[in-house]
Every structure is written in C-alpha cells, then in structure tokens.
C-alpha cells in the first residue's frame, strides 16, 4: 500500500494533545474495515539552559521557552488516484474547507475524548480550528501520510471555520470583556448552569446526543434556580418563564439517554432548550451592570 494514494486533513497545536506518538485506527465499529487512520506525532517544547536549573533565579531578560508542537493527521483509507486527489484538493482549498475542518475536527476530538476517559483526566480537551497553528488538506503516498509528510497539500485559512452573523451578535450580547473584569475583580460569579450549558453545547456541536441531553436537562434545572434572583430583568423573567415549559420534555430526554440514544425528535428538542438556556444567559448578562 505504501505507493497508493490517501487524502488527509491536518491540524498543527502548540501544545500536548495527549495520546502518544504512533498511528490509531478509527473505526465507527468492532469488526467494521477502518474509515481512518490517525497520526499523532510531537516535537518537544524547549526551554531555555538556566531555567532548567531548580532554585536559580533567572535573569530579567530571560528568553521564553520555545513551544513544542504536536500534529494531528486524519487520514482516509479510500485510496484514490493522483488526478482524483489533485481535484479533490483544489475543491476543498477553493469551495468546501469549511466543511473539511468541521469533518476532520469532529474525528480529531472524538480521538481526545476517548483518550481523556482512558486516561481518566479531565484536563485532556478538545480542539478547534481558531486555536491551529496551521490546518492543511492534501494526499500522499501511504509511506508519506504514516509519517504525516504529503505528495501535494495546501495550508487553508484558519478564518476557514467562520463564525455566523448571528453568532456574533450572540457573543456581543454577552459583553465578554466587561464581565471577564468583573468576574476577577469579585463583581460577578460564574454560575453552575453557564459551564453545564457549555459543555452541552460542546456536546451537541460534536455530534454526542446523549450527554448533549443530559448536560442540558441539567443546566436547564441550574438555570431556572440560579437565574431566579434576577427575575426583576423583564428580559430574563421571560424567558425564565419559558424555560419551565421546556422541564418536562427535557426530563424524558434525559431518561430516554440513558436508556438508549434518543430520537431525532428528541435532539430537536434539546436543541430548542439548550438554545433558550443560553438566550437567557446572554439577558442577564447584557441587562447587568458591572
């Protein structure tokens, strides 16, 4: 196999991401035929010669310690000829890049997270685009691509994982600086339903139904108790309201997850909560005063 062709998606960190070096079959199911293989490889990060030292004090103009560097190769098993890969890359760097970070993305952190619950840390994280150093398509021989090397490539634009205009209103709602202030300087409190409505939003975007449901039956409860004591803001009152209507359904979406994976319905229901739960959120964080 080693003069056959593959296409490949690959992500470039300025840090561990902490499965070791080697290469990883990726499989939807025991017994099915690999749709993927994952390369890991890593440079160590440098430091400099006085730092390593215990106990010296460093000079004030001590130089900073050169970061390490790990990539990640998603590589397809469907061998494919040169002019099919040279066409196939020339759509992606031009129409659909987009779409192949999203793809490479979500078999990348499928990747970590079943490694932060083999390794039982929970500081092992996922990943995105944004936080690349450099995210690149191509195809290779299949000696090449086992080594994270290519035959042609391109480097895509790290704005290729774009952001919504109504997600930017979104993240405008929540005047993230004024509170990041004010949450430092003792004027506000991170509250348990935000980093549950997180983490089911991290859930639903990379395809985890199950603990999308779960996580958002939960924040939704966290809510509806923590965000009472600012039912005097008419903005988060009403939705408050709203979000007590969404109990019920969320309560069988949760039992239906743990029972088996829920329905397409259901999801759909998580998602209209879990969008409620933030929308609620965002008022109560663009009618505070910091």
């Not at 619950?117 to 691509?145: C, I, K």
């Not at 939003?201 to 199950?210: A, F, G, K, Y």
Request: aromatic share 6%; proline share 4%; glycine share 6%.
């Amino acid at each position: 196999m080693s003069d056959k062709l593959f296409r490949f998606v690959q992500f470039e960190y300025p840090w561990p991401l902490g499965p070791d070096e080697g290469r990883y079959l990726l499989r939807d199911h025991a017994g099915e035929e690999a749709h993927h293989v994952l390369v890991i490889a890593a440079w160590a990060t440098k430091v400099s010669r006085a730092s390593r030292r215990w106990g010296r004090e460093p000079p004030p103009d001590n130089v900073p310690a050169e970061t390490g560097l790990s990539r990640a190769t998603l590589v397809e098993t469907t061998v494919v000829t040169e002019p099919e890969g040279a066409a196939w890359l020339e759509q992606v760097a031009t129409l659909e890049a987009e779409a192949a970070i999203v793809d490479g993305l979500h078999l990348l952190n499928g990747a970590l997270r079943a490694f932060r619950a083999a390794a039982a840390d929970p500081f092992v994280r996922e990943v995105t685009a944004r936080q690349a150093l450099t995210v690149r398509v191509g195809f290779g021989a299949g000696v090449e691509v086992a080594e994270g090397a290519w035959t042609a490539a391109r480097d895509l634009p790290l704005g290729a994982e774009k952001q919504s205009s109504k997600r930017r209103s979104r993240e405008a709602a929540l005047r993230t600086q004024e509170r990041f202030a004010a949450v430092l300087g003792g004027r506000d409190a991170i509250l348990a339903c935000e980093e549950l409505a997180l983490r089911a939003r991290l859930d639903l975007d990379e395809r985890r139904p199950r603990e999308a449901a779960l996580q958002t039956h939960l924040a939704l409860e966290a809510a509806l108790a923590e965000l009472a004591a600012f039912r005097s803001q008419e903005p988060v009152a009403r939705r408050l309201d709203e979000l007590e209507t969404h109990r019920d359904a969320l309560a069988r979406a949760a039992n239906e997850s743990l029972q088996r994976g829920p329905a397409a319905e259901t999801v759909t229901a998580v998602e209209a909560a879990l969008e409620l739960v933030e929308a609620t959120l965002r008022a109560r964080s663009a009618s505070a005063s910091y």
